[in-house]
């Protein structure tokens, strides 16, 4: 069980880094799943306040991450993954 879980996360920080070898920028929506995907798998549930509503991106960030409370960290990782792993194939 434990070397599945190291090989979830060696696979989880190795797609951090394959998503910086795109070479076209992936769609907004597509970004903010990375990020809250990512916030979830490395932080688990989201915390702190809201940003304010000047803060359309902080609040766009939080509210994405928001949305995947009570994932598992192992979940989120594996969809991280596999969202990199499909945006590889449409922008290389």
């Known amino acids: 069980m434990k070397s599945a879980a190291k090989n979830l996360k060696a696979r989880f920080e190795q ?45 766009a960030k939080f509210d994405a991450w928001a949305k995947l409370k009570g994932t598992a960290p192992e979940a989120a990782m594996q969809s991280y993954i596999d969202k990199v792993a499909a945006l ?5």
């Open 15 to 59: 797609a951090q880094q394959d998503v910086r070898t795109l070479s076209r920028r992936p769609r907004n929506e597509d970004l903010l799943s990375l990020y809250s995907l990512f916030k979830q798998g490395s932080a688990g549930d989201v915390a702190g306040s809201r940003p304010g509503f000047l803060d359309l991106v902080g609040r």
């Open 88 to 92: 590889l194939k449409t922008h290389k």
